[in-house]
């Protein structure tokens, strides 16, 4: 009995001893346990995606709205170049010819008055000194007419380097242009420079015209002269009277 009773006493004290070395099962509170739900994951996925393409979205409208206000400011920018001054400057050179014309000058009044006058018909009455006077005067027009188309013609010659210039930097200028405003000033600006090349060609026009006419008038002025001188030859009494001429000493 001794022996059995030992027995059944280790058994005992063995299983006691398993017991306390097995871990004992733990159990975690309801609150503290982790449940992943797939339909609200893909809902929250795709909600992220959605801001994130408005994001998108708003980010590349603010970049076109960045590149319309530069292209704005780039029609909006005025040429940095003008050539209005120097435009200007050989229109009031080429005036300044005009204005110094010699004697008959550009005035319908002076026009008039010479042509009633100097240029009129041969009086019957005046003395041959009056006529050869009227002939004098009449050739130093023609003379100054002449020396003021030279003038212009020199002048408007003179301008072309300076028209040269600026047509460079204008046509360089609207190339360069970054603009609608600026190429818009330039192509102004060459348009400017044309009417100013067209202003010095009619003032050489005029000038040329004017002294041609001028001379016209005195060789038509010239002829009924003579025509007067020719008559008063003629007359009776009044010819050629013969007389004694001294041609040695």
């Not at 409208?61 to 400057?89: D, F, H, V």
Request: proline share 3%.
């Amino acid at each position: 009995m001794t022996t059995r009773h030992s027995h059944v006493r280790a058994a005992l004290l063995a299983a006691t001893i398993a017991s306390t070395l097995l871990p004992l099962p733990t159990i975690s509170p309801v609150s503290a346990q982790i449940v992943f739900d797939p339909n609200n994951y893909a809902q929250n996925v795709l909600q992220a995606a959605r801001s994130l393409e408005q994001i998108n979205q708003q980010i590349t409208s603010l970049q076109n709205q960045a590149t319309m206000l530069i292209n704005q400011a780039r029609n909006l920018a005025s040429l940095p170049q003008s050539s209005l001054q120097q435009i200007q400057q050989s229109v009031q050179r080429t005036q300044q010819l005009l204005g110094q014309a010699q004697r008959i000058a550009y005035d319908v009044g002076q026009i008039d008055h010479a042509f009633s006058t100097t240029y009129g018909a041969a009086s019957t009455t005046a003395s041959d000194q009056s006529l050869i006077d009227g002939a004098r005067e009449r050739w130093r027009n023609s003379v100054a007419a002449l020396q003021d188309a030279l003038k212009v013609q020199a002048g408007v010659v003179a301008n072309i380097d300076t028209n040269r210039v600026e047509m460079s930097s204008l046509v360089t200028a609207s190339q360069s242009a970054t603009g609608a405003l600026q190429a818009t000033q330039a192509g102004n600006q060459l348009l400017a420079l044309q009417a100013q090349q067209l202003a010095d060609l009619t003032a050489a026009v005029a000038a040329q015209g004017r002294a041609q006419n001028i001379e016209a008038a005195q060789r038509t002025a010239a002829q009924d002269q003579a025509r007067e001188q020719r008559r008063r030859f003629l007359v009776p009494g009044q010819g050629y009277q013969p007389g004694n001429a001294r041609m040695f000493q």
